[in-house]
Each structure stands twice: as structure tokens, then as C-alpha cells.
């Protein structure tokens, strides 16, 4: 069987077996979130031997050269030999300064890093608590209006990452590890285009920036938002989004539970071939918004999604 190094650990794993879950099953904390190679929190470097990659098109052809991987693209065929992202020796150090709850369920938390962290709207920074414990959020901040970090953090279900969040107090530190991609950003071509950002839960997060970034940059096409939430009380951003709208007639904002979601989809209709929709949210909300938008006629170049998946 081949075996699996990390520092001064070795162990046999199954061939074949994904590499994401043989270094976490084996307790060596490597974060992911979407598992499709989107998000690309679980990158890794092959510091000797290489898996299988399922997914080779992810990164880039420097990236790869270099012996970085997906962990969650990749199966272990041979010896191999890795190293994961250590957050007290390659973690950029930040400070809470900022927790406010949103709704029952969503935290808003906010960091100030020790120095500024160039990112666009739409991508993800791994977060990691003191305690070590990693979690991939999406920002919700804009890099040239805000000097915080700004996440929404869903609290609804309990995990290692949301447990040690309801803990967390103003001033304590934090570690951030590398920027991440991700399917979602505004393009300055869209900018006569008609704009839907789709959202269920906290997939508002990196919308909310989209949006706020193709506003910043004076969007001229219509922008439809809708966010999905179980009920009422979790339109978290409802006020804020209610702001935006009041003094832009090109913007326009819809508020969805569950229960309304079928009947909104069948009178979705759109409004122009050149329509530029992003979707972001649990798979089964971004699946359903993203088929009737196919059947309502959208290429598919022109619809971008992330996908945020459930912990289990």
C-alpha cells in the first residue's frame, strides 16, 4: 500500500484513497469547504511523489510545476509526501474587531489583519482559530471601502468551526491563511449587462461584495438580487440590501423562504440573452437556480457558481 508523509508522520493509506480524507482521517487539519476544486481550500504541496488528479484544469500550470494540488481532486496512487499549511508558521496574524449577530443563526465577524491583504469581492480566505480548527469563509468586505475583513458565519448547526466562533470575544487573535479563488467576481464588461445574483443563506456573503463592487464601479444594466432563507428572520441583510435599493431604480431586491421557492422559479423569465447570473449557496439551492435559469435559455458561460457544502 502506499504510504502518506507529513513532517515526521508516515502512514499506509488505501491506493486509490482521496487524499483530503486520509490526511484528515489521520488528524493532519487540511480545510475545505466545496470539494469540486472551486474553492481551492484544500490546496496542498507534493514535496515528493504525486497523486492522481482528477482535476488538473484548477490550477494553474505554474501552480502544478510547482507541486501544488487540490486535496480534495486527488487520489493517492504511490509514496507521497506533503505539506499542509501550518498557521502559526505561514498564517498572517489578525485580531477580532468586530461580532455582531445578524439574525439568530449568522454571525457577522469581522478582522483587522496586521497588514492589508490585497483580494476582490467573491473570494475566500481560510480562517483558524487559536485552537487550530480551519474553516473557509467567502468575504462579504470590499477591499477599497472597508479596512476590516467582514464574514457572515452560518452558527445554525453546531461544528468544531461555528462552536469555537459563538466563543470568540473583541481583540482575540486569529490566524488567516492563503487567499483563495473562487468562481465569483464582477467583470467591468458586465457592466451594460443585466446582473442576477442568486443567494441562499450565507451565500449572500459574496454577493453582497459583488454587488457593492458593481455598484462601486457604477453598473449601468439592471441588477436583480434574491436570497432564499428558511424563514423570514433570516433575510440577515434585508435593511442593508433595502439601502442600496432605495436610491437605485436599476436595482431591484426579492426576499424568498423555502416554501415560495418553486412558484419563483416558474416565473422566472429572462430579460436579456446577455444576462450574467452568480449563484452561491448550498448545492441543492445553486442546482435548482442554476437548471431553470438553463431552461429559461442563459448560456452557460454566462452563469458562475459556488457552492458552500454542509459539514458532515
Avoid at 112 to 140: F, K
Avoid at 266 to 288: F, I
Amino acid at each position: 500500500m502506499p504510504e502518506l508523509t507529513v513532517g515526521e508522520r508516515r502512514w499506509s493509506v488505501e491506493p486509490g484513497s482521496n487524499l483530503l480524507d486520509a490526511l484528515n482521517r489521520a488528524g493532519v487539519a487540511v480545510p475545505f469547504s466545496c470539494r469540486a476544486g472551486s474553492c481551492h481550500a484544500c490546496l496542498v504541496h507534493c514535496v515528493q511523489g504525486l497523486p492522481s488528479d482528477s482535476r488538473p484544469d484548477a490550477l494553474s500550470s505554474e501552480q502544478r510545476h510547482l507541486g501544488w494540488r487540490l486535496a480534495c481532486q486527488c487520489q493517492v496512487v504511490e509514496d507521497l509526501q506533503v505539506e499542509t499549511f501550518d498557521p502559526l508558521r505561514d498564517g498572517l496574524p489578525a485580531t477580532v474587531v468586530g461580532l455582531d449577530w445578524l439574525s439568530s443563526t449568522v454571525l457577522r465577524l469581522r478582522l483587522q489583519p496586521t497588514r492589508p491583504l490585497r483580494y476582490r469581492a467573491g473570494q475566500h480566505l481560510v480562517l483558524w482559530t487559536v485552537g487550530r480548527v480551519a474553516r473557509p469563509y467567502s468575504l462579504a468586505s470590499l477591499p477599497e471601502e472597508d479596512r476590516f475583513l467582514e464574514f457572515h458565519l452560518d452558527c445554525r448547526q453546531p461544528g468544531q468551526f461555528s462552536d469555537a466562533a459563538r466563543q470568540l470575544r473583541l481583540g482575540d487573535p486569529m490566524r488567516l491563511g492563503e487567499l483563495r479563488g473562487g468562481a465569483l467576481h464582477y467583470d467591468p464588461d458586465w457592466q451594460a449587462h443585466p446582473l442576477w445574483l442568486l443567494a441562499a443563506g450565507t451565500g449572500l456573503a459574496p454577493l453582497f461584495g459583488v454587488l457593492r463592487e458593481a455598484l462601486r464601479q457604477d453598473h449601468q444594466g439592471p441588477i436583480r438580487i434574491i436570497h432564499l432563507a428558511h424563514d423570514a428572520s433570516e433575510h440577515y441583510l434585508a435593511k442593508p440590501l433595502a439601502a442600496l435599493a432605495a436610491n437605485r431604480p436599476q436595482l431591484t431586491v426579492e426576499l424568498l423562504v423555502g416554501a415560495e421557492l418553486a412558484a419563483a422559479l416558474a416565473q422566472l423569465r429572462l430579460v436579456s440573452r446577455q444576462t450574467q447570473a452568480l449563484l452561491c449557496g448550498h448545492p441543492d439551492s445553486v442546482e435548482a437556480f442554476a437548471r431553470r435559469l438553463y431552461l429559461a435559455g442563459l448560456p452557460r458561460n454566462q452563469l458562475l457558481a459556488d457552492v458552500f457544502l454542509p459539514r458532515g
